[in-house]
């Protein structure tokens, strides 16, 4: 339910962005836009390409997290909320690396990797060649730096990580981990403040359960200048610590570089788990619609919420509706 809600009202930004509603048609053009940028900028770029490239290298690095890929694809494909649990206690498994630090170089006849070097002493340094299409090589480096570990419930347990991904010494990916703290199990992550930058393109994200019952989220999008494109802001709360199936949203924002500002709040989950959802849309404090739900019942008396937008004008639009090429199962 939290990872829909933001997806809406990420998408809620998009339709806003103008002074006046865009049809659906116009809605439908500026999210395929949107996924050519992602394709260009991110997925088709030459870091991308190098790690695609160099599946076999990666699969055999020196440590032990990269073993269980099945397991996070069956995260994945389950319960969200246990990804960031299953990353770290992962990470956490392998156990501090300072054995494995210096320099590795990846040995292609004999498929393996090989530690030359012994400096540096406080990173990781992975470098192999990689072909590209044309037969071109390139100069592949990932490093894991900045590294720290504590003990958690008499276990060692990882609180920052960086991870720079370099080919041609232009780097393409870089993972800041600034921040992770545990209760009184690996499993139970209280919080988290990690960077992830890919490109031109900057992604931060801190959750905060510091102070249970009280769950914060914060979702930041900006280019590497740091000047924000947009903000989501979550705030939740969970009745039954440590984190579990029982949170509850509260409230949620979204803002914009060009002065858009959503803003929303859910009341009590009813017998059926059903959160009405209410709030306004403004542009530079200037009011352009309101945000409006109610529960229904489908054709086999299923509850469901009902989401719609209602403008100064009061015309009101279905948000259902608006958004059915990007949830063609509907909203319910």
């Known amino acids: 339910v939290l990872l ?20 659906k048609d116009e809605t439908r053009s500026a999210l395929r836009e949107g996924l050519a940028t992602i394709n260009t900028n991110v997925l088709n770029n030459t870091g991308n390409k190098a790690l695609m490239g160099s599946t076999t290298a990666l699969q055999n690095l020196p440590l032990g997290f990269v073993s269980k890929k099945s397991q996070l694809l069956r995260a994945l494909a ?4 246990a990804v960031p649990r299953f990353v770290l206690t992962t990470l956490n498994t392998s156990g501090p690396w300072d054995t494995l630090a210096g320099k590795w ?21 992975f470098e192999w060649v990689w ?69 031109n393109i900057k992604f931060t994200l801190v959750f905060d359960y510091t102070a ?18 947009y903000q989501i802001v979550l705030s939740a709360k969970d009745n039954t610590p440590p984190l579990g199936d029982t949170v509850i949203a509260q409230s949620a924002t979204y803002t914009d570089y060009n002065g858009w500002r959503v803003a929303t709040t859910f009341t009590e989950p009813d017998a059926d788990r059903i959160q009405l959802v209410n709030g306004t849309i403004t542009k530079s404090g200037a009011h352009a619609a309101n ?3 109610e529960k229904k019942f489908d054709q086999n008396n299923v509850p469901y919420l009902y989401v719609w937008i209602e403008y100064p004008d009061g015309t009101t639009e279905d948000i259902e509706e608006l958004f059915a090429d990007l949830f063609p199962q509907g909203g319910k």
């Not at 829909?4 to 049809?23: D, E, M, Q, R, S």
């Not at 389950?78 to 909320?81: A, F, L, R, T, V």
């Not at 979702?219 to 740091?226: L, M, Q, W």
Request: with cysteine; net charge positive.
């Open 4 to 23: 829909f809600l933001l997806v809406a009202f990420l998408i809620t930004g998009l339709v806003v962005c103008k002074k006046k509603a865009p049809t």
């Open 78 to 81: 389950g319960d969200k909320k």
């Open 105 to 125: 170089r990846w040995n292609e006849s004999l498929l393996r990797w090989e530690h030359y070097s012994t400096t540096p002493t406080d990173s990781i340094l």
């Open 131 to 199: 072909l590209d299409s044309a037969a071109q090589s390139h100069n592949c480096l990932l490093a894991f730096s900045n590294y720290e570990w504590t003990k958690v419930g008499g276990e060692d347990a990882l609180t920052k990580l960086k991870v720079d991904l370099r080919v041609d010494d232009t780097s393409y990916f870089l993972l800041n981990l600034k921040e992770v703290r545990y209760g009184s199990a690996m499993e139970d992550i209280r919080k988290i403040d990690v960077e992830l930058t890919v490109v």
């Open 212 to 229: 249970p019952p009280k769950v914060n989220l914060t979702f930041r999008f900006a280019f590497t200048n740091d000047k924000p494109w």
């Open 291 to 293: 945000i409006k739900s």
